[in-house]
């Protein structure tokens, strides 16, 4: 909890935290897209669809701050209970070397808050599958359960089943697998059943590889849970000379245990080695070719383009490892311990306070509200396309950070946003499967064949916004207009809405059974009786 | 070999601590004559899109 707040106590007042990829909205809507029923592939599916329901019932902003919290205690909480040991000095090493990460730093920056929700789970969920294989009682469905917040995307889905079945066992595999593919179906079923498959532009394998950040190269920095790609949120306290030395010491530390760290939590040393492995699979020789071939002709293999989140996976033993070597050498004094413990947050102290400042809490301009009230409220048919095309705002009332177009969230009609990235100016192709007809249908100013009955004009945001003489101006503010699109909209239908209704019913099906299942006095299941 | 492996913490955390302050302090305290405001690189935005973020370390 100290860590979280030394983190996040100057977020915690009223407002919204707006950094790249996290968006959050007063009242996010329940749409389409929430659900994967889109035409944009399912990569906040379903976080999207449970946002829409909590802030249904409490303030976006007060849900936001809930899961950074949430995020920010439960994983250095969960690494100091799964440390085997009797001292809370070695718990404690645990949890700041797993909580106090570059991971957790630059996943906070560039707002991918599911994996930090994912990441902290982890440890909690190796707990669950170690009790597993162990065959205590109503394990499976506490494994369940902490699985549960890290499926809302599919990449904390696979961080968590393949932390799971790491510390489970193989021979427990025919039990855990099932389950754990039921409760990720809320992504897996859209994703198979998306019209284009999910491919991605092999140039993505290189702009979002690992990558060094100093002097020591993407490997050093990768074995320190760092080289995320994006230099704009990597802490300026990575780059000093003697991080690497201070990486490269930690890690020695880690691998002392290791022998003993193997015996006691199974196949999380392993699965270290395997995030690592993906993480830097780009630097290995052919490495780069190989992940090129994959994003662009496997399905689903796009989840390795931004390769440095699977080292979430490598977390776990290195701190539970150095923890366990602190303990070892320094077990008659008070000093080792307490410099282990202050030691990740004396080498990057540019996490704590919000990152000194990066990130801020911001008010939505009256804009927005009203905006959507008329969206809400007009029986004019159609989808939104929000302008300038492009994926990502620098708005001046959010202190000019870059940030993705709130509109989608924002809004309460299917929002279609030009899903192009651009990483140093080099385009990366978006995989929104609808956006070429948009495109085309915008140029030939006949936006209601695609289903497009609303234009949303962002002001105050980089980037050139094509002629709209042909549209009804609805509403005009400082920092948005809102236009009707005249004449005949075609009405857009949802995608293989039955299936992924199915897979979300039976998800939750699992859910209530398992909550039912520990609040339950009696009741096994049926492999510890056979063990029994 | 445990006292060795505790000193040789110790050294490097202590090392760390030195070398961060001084860096920090020196940072602080003289003019960054590294920056050519000249040939500095557009800001993200000038181009007309909004960059989601850059490799250049």
Redesign the interface.
């Known amino acids: 909890m100290v860590l979280a707040l030394a983190v996040l106590f100057p977020l915690l007042g009223p407002g919204f935290v707006l950094s790249?990829d996290m968006v959050f909205a007063p009242q996010q809507s329940l749409l389409p897209d929430s659900l994967g029923m889109g035409t944009t592939p399912p990569r906040s599916v379903p976080a999207d669809a449970v946002v829409a329901l909590l802030t249904s019932v409490l303030p976006g902003d007060v849900v936001q701050k809930l899961l950074l919290v949430t995020a920010l205690v439960l994983g250095p909480w969960g690494a100091g209970r799964l440390v085997p040991t009797q001292l809370t000095s070695t718990r404690l090493v645990a949890a700041t070397v797993y909580g106090w990460t570059p991971y957790v730093a630059e996943r906070l920056f560039?707002g991918h808050w599911p994996y930090l929700l994912a990441y902290a789970c982890l440890p909690w969920v190796a707990a669950a599958g170690l009790a597993v294989r162990s065959g205590e009682r109503k394990s499976l469905a506490r494994l369940v359960l902490w699985v549960a917040p890290a499926v809302l995307t599919p990449t904390g889905g696979l961080l968590a089943v393949g932390t799971a079945l790491a510390a489970a066992g193989w021979r427990k595999a025919h039990v855990v697998t099932p389950a754990l593919l039921v409760l990720n179906l809320p992504w897996l079923v859209p994703s198979l059943l998306r019209s284009g498959a999910v491919l991605s532009a092999p140039e993505a394998v290189e702009?979002f590889a690992a990558?060094?950040?100093n002097w020591a190269g993407a490997v050093v920095a990768v074995l320190g849970l760092g080289g995320f790609?994006?230099?704009?949120?990597?802490p300026a306290?990575r780059?000093?000379?003697?991080?690497p030395?201070?990486t490269l010491?930690v890690a020695a530390?880690a691998l002392?245990s290791f022998p003993a760290l193997v015996r006691r939590t199974g196949g999380l040393v392993a699965l270290g080695g395997v995030g690592l492995g993906f993480a830097l699979l780009a630097h290995l020789p052919f490495g780069e070719v190989l992940l090129e071939w994959a994003v662009s002709t496997v399905p689903g293999a796009a989840l390795l383009r931004d390769a440095q989140k699977w080292v979430a996976w490598w977390a776990l033993p290195l701190a539970l490892g150095f923890a366990l070597?602190?303990e070892?050498?320094?077990r008659r004094g008070r000093?080792?311990p307490a410099?282990?413990i202050?030691?990740p947050l004396?080498?990057m102290?540019d996490l704590a306070w919000a990152g000194w400042g990066r990130l801020d809490t911001v008010q939505y301009p009256a804009d927005w509200a009203v905006v959507r009230e008329v969206l809400a409220s007009d029986p004019h048919p159609g989808d939104v396309l929000a302008l300038p095309l492009?994926?990502?705002?620098?708005f001046e009332w959010n202190g000019n950070r870059?940030q993705l177009d709130p509109a989608p969230r924002v809004l309460p009609r299917t929002t279609v946003v030009d899903d192009t990235?651009?990483?140093?100016?080099i385009p990366v192709p978006g995989e929104d499967t609808r956006l070429p007809e948009v495109r085309d249908a915008l140029r030939d100013k006949d936006l209601g064949r695609v289903g497009i009955g609303w234009v949303l004009v962002e002001h105050g945001?980089?980037?050139?916004v094509a002629d709209t003489d042909d549209l009804t101006e609805v509403f005009r503010g400082p920092w948005l207009t809102l236009y009707r699109v005249p004449g005949d909209i075609v009405a857009t239908v949802p995608t293989s809405t039955a299936p992924i209704l199915a897979g979300n019913l039976a998800a939750l099906a699992l859910l209530a059974g398992c909550v039912l299942w520990q609040r339950l006095p009696t009741g096994r299941l049926w492999f510890h009786r056979c063990e029994e | 070999m445990g006292k060795i492996v505790a000193a040789v913490v110790v050294i490097l955390a202590g090392i760390a601590l030195a070398t961060g302050g001084t860096v920090a302090l020196v940072g602080v305290a003289n003019p960054d004559r590294s920056i050519d405001l000249d040939h500095a690189p557009a800001a993200n935005g000038a181009g007309g899109v909004v960059d989601y973020g850059t490799t250049k370390r």
Not at chain 1, 239 to 243: A, D, H, R, S, T
Not at chain 1, 390 to 394: D, L, M, Q, T, V
Not at chain 1, 421 to 425: R, S
Not at chain 1, 461 to 464: A, H, I, V
């Open positions: 790249y560039m702009l990558k060094g950040e790609w994006n230099a704009d949120v990597v306290s780059g000093l000379p003697l991080v030395v201070l010491a530390a002392v070597t602190v070892a050498v320094g000093v080792i410099v282990a202050a030691l004396v080498t102290p492009g994926a990502f705002r620098r870059t990235v651009y990483v140093d100016g945001t980089p980037g050139e």
